[in-house]
Structures are given as C-alpha cells and as structure tokens.
C-alpha cells in the first residue's frame, strides 16, 4: 500500500535574489516525497551516486520515506545549478547527468502492488518502462516539461494515454496541444487520456480541469518566497499523497487535494532545498489549508 | 443615488486574432456602465464631439444610462486603434485625443449626492478635480495604468490617498508600490490610503486585499476570446454597480461585487465592442455567477 514516486535525485545549485546555496538535496522525488509523507506512506525510486552520503538516507529513514528503490551506483549524483532573477523562471547554469544517464528503473516487487503512482518529470521512455512494471495501481500521474513535450512528443503522448492524472503548467499544456487558450488546452488535454489535468499557474494558483467539473485554487500568499525550486514536485507531492490517503477518489478529495498540494508548495518555497519541509508538521499544514480555504470562501 | 462613472468614451479601432472593426463604441466610462446599469441607475460624464451621433445617445437612453454629464463639443470623439497579437496585451497603433484633450469633467448638481463613485483610468489632475465636486460619496473607486504612475506620480498618489478601493493590475501594483511579490505590493498599495485594492490578474482573475480578509476570485471560463478590450472596465462596472446596489459595504457584498465583476468582464471579452454586453439579461449574469462561486467551491 501507500504511494510510490519515480523521479530525479539531484545536488542543487542554486542562486535567487535572497541568496545562494550549492550542492544541497533536490530533485523530483526528493521534493514529492517529502510533501507526501505527510499523509501516506511513501516509496522513492531513482538513482544516486556514491556521494550520496549516510546523512541522506538518514534524512529518509527519519522521514519515514521508503528508499528500497533507491539504486547506489558507482559515480555522481545528479547535478543541477540555475539562477532565478525574478523568482518566476529558472536559468539553467549547469546541468551534470553523471548517474543519472543510466537510470532504468526497477520497482521493487513489494511497490508494485501500490496503488498510487506519481512519475515525475523524467524520460518518457522510462515512465513508460514504470508503467509495465506495476501490477495494481488504481491512480496514477505524472508530470512532465517542455523538454519531453518537444524531444519526446510520441513517447509523451503515449505515457499521458495511460495514465489518470496530468500535471503540466500552463505554458506547457499549451504546447502540449497547441492550444492558446488555458480552458480550451486543458480540455483537449483531457482528450488525450487522462480524467483529469491539473494546470500548475505558478504564483496564481493551479487549476483542475476534468469532464465534469473544473475547479480553481489561489495559492497560499507567502510573501517571503525564497527559492521556488521543488514547487511543483511538492504541490505534485502533496496532492498524491493526501489522495492516496483517501478511502474515495472523487471530486471532494480531488479539491482537497488540490489545497494540500498548495499548502506544501507554499512550504517548499519558503527556503532553500528541504529545510522549510523539513521542520513542519501536521498541524502547520492544517493550518495554512483553513488559511487557502478561507481566502475562496464567499 | 446611484454610481457615477467618469472616464473615457472613445470610438475604437480592434484587431484581434478573430477579426477587426473599426469605429466602435468604446473607453472606459461606456464599459463600466454598461456593466453597472443591471445593477443600479448610472450616470456617466464625459466628452464627445459631433461624430457622437443619435443612435449612441439612444443606446444609452434604452440601457437607462443617464448622461446629462455628458459634454458635445465641436470636432472628434477620443480614437484609439489598437492590435492584439496574444490576446493578453493590446499594442496601441493610434492614439487621438481629440475633444478629450480639453476634458474637463464637470458633475451635474444631480449627481454631486451621488454615494458611489467610480473614477476610470483618466490623468489624476482630472480625476482630482471629479473629487472635489463630490458631496456626499459614501465609497469612491478608481483606476489608473502604467502611464500615469510613471508620469504623474505625485497626482495618483494624492488621489489613491483620497479613495477607498483602488482597481490595479499587478504589474501596476507592482510599479507603483516597488515590491516584486504581489502580496506584499498590495499590502503596500493598501498603506497609501484605500480600503481595498482590487488587483486585476487577467486569464488569471482578481484578488481582493483589505487590512483583515484577502479573496482570490477565478475568472469565468471563456472558450471564445474574441477581444479583451474593455475587460477592467466591464469589471470595476460590474463591481460598483452591485456594491451600489446593497445595503450593506461589508466582506460579503465585497466578495459578491467581485464575482459580478468576473461575470460582466467575461461577456465583455466575447465579442468586439459592446455587443455581447448589450445582449444580455439579469438571468444570463446570474447563471454565470453561479457558475464561477460553484467553481471555487470545495
């Protein structure tokens, strides 16, 4: 039981105009799963390299996330480095594959009965090779970018015709279906598989577009962003895990859902790496989804 | 009683990605009442020239628009041409001020008792002017844009001061406070005298931000963009017509008065000029406002 993530394991570089920071843990899984720990028991598969140290699967164990799919391989982490200059978008400084190039993931076979499954932003090709391994899922998503949109759009597109849940943002689902409206992007995407597309719109919100309802979130107001990093793994993160949770998957949990991805992205970009995810807990997350609710209620 | 709207009144040159007119009925005062008028009795002032013919004054007598404060002096009505390539910005062709070079808003003694007012994006040394001949307001909003802010600062600043709900967009709210994080620039716009900052986010929605609440409303989701000119007008007339209209000035009329604002810009912006908002009824807004509160409903 619980939720399995597949994703990037990543040292991070990173520089925004509240400060710099170098070599701290990032990547999609790390972020994801450390938003959905929270509600669900979480397993982590990906790849690391020899520098990934006793520390960091100290960081796991304490956290409580499942690292058997971790895979240790002679070699280095991947590494990211980017400078935000106005908190909106990334620049990409440096970019090393190093241990990552290799990676072909293999599910243990006691995640493969796991219902829930979040593949993050990584290869189609290995999304796909995810999807044959498992055995049960009753929901899965996956997010993606431009990257694979444009590389790998067959690929993509098949991984999208299987799954039940797309995050993309909104740049990119417009991309994705060569749409420029967001509502009319949002549907054809629908027609492409999933029953249901959550659009991230970064700093105004996300929305959720399915057959039969769409409904709008406004993000938490944080007014101190530090390094929006990891945002949209930790709203992924977040979201799957409060659902994976729940005995229902139905509109009302889709909508809550959608608040708690909120609330840990609020967290995530408070500071650098983890730390900010790091130290909250239950009862702060609590907290900030009344504080979401509140802000849309008439 | 009632709301009166100063602002522009202007014939209007539109290209869009679906078409382009020509010499159509526009500026800020004709959309805001024309979003106001299903709510409550609107005055309008302005200035026209002689191309300001019978069957205009006729649109207004038939939507019940009172416009004794409307100037007729010789020669042409304000023209503004304009191209949207993305839908999202207008890129100005033309601007000819004509009479509107010499406006010089006087209120009739009728609407000097007026308890709402709403001042469009006009020069702040006008809109000054407007507050001075105002004996009575109860609430009194305006709008401004870039242009102003940049150029007559020190006059916006005085007029902000004397207001109590400021229409901004975001970058607006941005320039004019120097904050870079929205919600600490409204925060920011709110110590410079208003109530209330209304901030206007496009495809987005809006935000409303005041001392003790914060609300975020979705916008109405229209499929068929066909020209967003008139969109912030649309809304602050939709807005202060229904605020006018309550009894109460209070969170709840406030939140409401939004989402009528969400639902007169969303017709505004499907077709050109003022068609789809002269088509309209009572019962074609209430179904939309029914549709947008259902939409941010958990």
Known sequence: MGLVIVGSIAFDGVKTPYGEVDKVLGGSAIYASMASKHFCKTHIVGIVGEDFSKCHFDMLQKNNIGYEGLEVVPGKTF?????????????????????????????????????????????????????????????????????????????????????????????????????????????????????????????????????????????YPVKNVIDPTGAGDSFAGGFMGYLSAQKNYNKTSIKNAIIYGTVMASFSIESFSLDKLREIDLKNIEARKESVIKNIKI
Do not use: H
Request: net charge negative; glycine share 6%.
């Open 79 to 219: 590494y990211w480095k980017g400078v935000y200059n106005d908190l909106n978008r990334a620049e990409t400084l440096d970019t090393q594959l190093n241990v990552f190039a290799n990676f072909d993931p293999r599910i243990p076979s006691d995640y493969r009965k796991c219902e829930y499954l979040f593949l993050g932003n990584i290869d189609p090709d290995l999304q796909l090779r995810v999807l044959d391994q498992m055995d049960n899922t009753k929901i899965t998503a996956c997010d993606t970018m431009n990257f694979w949109i444009e590389g790998k759009r067959e690929k993509l597109l098949e991984v999208i015709s299987k799954i039940d849940i797309l995050f993309i943002n909104d740049d990119e689902v417009k991309m994705l279906t060569g749409e420029n409206n967001i509502f009319v992007a949002a549907e054809a995407a629908g027609k492409l598989g999933p029953q249901l597309i959550i659009v991230k719109r970064g700093e105004y919100g996300s929305m959720a577009a399915a057959k039969d309802f769409i409904f709008f979130a406004p993000v």
